[in-house]
């Protein structure tokens, strides 16, 4: 079994930047591929920032140039590097991630963070 942590969210002034953990525990070999979501109130959840299993990466057109995934396969962590941050950034934010394990692969997601992006 498998299980996400989510740190680093909070409040920060517009133009600020945060940058987001997600770090996998469990008997795990990798993380297989990754994703961070975004739930703003009254909104539907969006994909923001994705990284596939071979490396590459996609972006929302809303956080082009400014969000950044990655990870670190020695801490089998996945980031969220969040630059000059706007008001409209505000949301929880989610990741999920498929853990490679030794015989199986599966999908999970994190608790959640709450990112508060406001002067």
């Known amino acids: 079994q498998g299980h996400l942590v989510e740190t680093g969210g909070g409040l920060v002034q517009p133009g600020g930047s945060l940058r987001l953990s997600c770090a996998a525990s469990g008997s795990i070999s990798s993380i297989y591929a990754a994703g961070w979501y975004r739930q703003a109130p009254g909104k539907q959840r969006e994909l923001v920032a994705a990284l596939t299993s071979g490396g590459s990466t996609n972006y929302a057109d809303s956080v082009k140039g400014r969000f950044i995934i990655s990870r670190d396969n020695a801490k089998n962590t996945v980031h969220l590097q969040m630059n000059s941050l706007k008001p409209e950034d505000t949301a929880v934010y989610y990741c999920?991630?498929?853990?490679?394990?030794?015989?199986?692969?599966?999908?999970?997601w994190g608790q959640g963070t709450q990112v508060t992006v406001s002067s």
């Open positions: 999920n991630v498929d853990i490679q394990f030794p015989f199986y692969r599966n999908n999970y």
